[in-house]
């Protein structure tokens, strides 16, 4: 069995779908890894994981758009504001979407759909640095 | 070590829950593993996985309404319609549930409970092929 | 390659996020694995698993409300009624959230971020014993 790990540190600057599958794919080349698994974690709470279409930014937008619209701002009854408006709602947003996703690896990749992109989901307004954890084991 | 892999193709005629627990359970008995993992992955964005009860079938009905109503077709706001109204629904239903799923192998057998069903979740209006790819790791 | 298993039983009384981070830092530190992958897995369709922050038992109670909220009891359309007016949003709040989580291994720990917790997401109103697998692999 063979395994490697990295962590990638993801820069945002507010809400929105950041992509990263090319730093994926580039780490599963490197492993090396014929037939395998590859795991990705999200280490916080108020951004999280999604594998969307990559084909059209709109499709972005309109995510984007609904999770605003689902979980919004100044919504009365939330009692967890110490850390300003848009922090209990990211942490909604990122409870509803992925924090780690697991991709089997097939004749040494990932085994992606034709239009599937891996994003971090930044949920928070103010720039934030999020780690990332990539995990790959399997044989040659 | 040892691991499988399979593609399975599933053939959807619109909207609702698709159970391939059976295929499931099938590639996990022909792998002969005793002990490992299991990994189910969907390799689309307009459709996804769900683990949910498999003895009603009006559970599925209900799943499916309840998303219809919370992602309803001809949102006025949606920017992304060059695939049909049914299209950016379809990838916001697929955001809010899973585009793959873990599943622990014990004595031989995916550890699911007794109710559990594995399903592909169609939210697309035309029929379609989609690929689901099992991936299993561990020892005899 | 090493791997380990085990099944934690977690009491619930009601609704809510019961947090069990503890057991499953003891799961990994007792498997001796250096680098590696966890996985846990909820073996039910009525309640889920959750990462979410551990600082602000504020949170848990936001969360809470969100979701009854959102799947609120007595939505007149709901079909499956045969087991209480709470079964069927259950179900839907499970499907919303995760039935599986994977975390890496790195240096004989998970790689959790500085705020995450580990809860199960109890979504029926009457008390219940709920199995959650832990497995793990990898090398010491």
Redesign the interface.
Known sequence: ?H?A?DMLTISTQGPGLYEFTRDVRRFAAAANIG???L?I??????CSL????NA?D??K???D??FA???PQG?D????T?EGPDD?PA??K???????????I?EGRP???T??GIYLFEHRQRPHQR?V?L?I???T
Chains 1, 2, 3 share one sequence.
Do not use: K
Request: one cysteine or more; hydrophobic letters at 45%.
């Open positions: 069995m395994q790990l037939t395998g698994l795991t974690y999200c280490r916080h709470t108020s999604l594998i969307q279409e059209d709109d499709v937008t309109d995510l758009t609904f619209r689902l979980v919504m009854w939330i009692v967890h110490t209990m942490h909604i990122a409870a509803l979407t992925q924090t780690s996703l697991a991709i089997p097939a085994v992606f759909g239009w599937q780690d954890v995990h084991l399997g044989e």
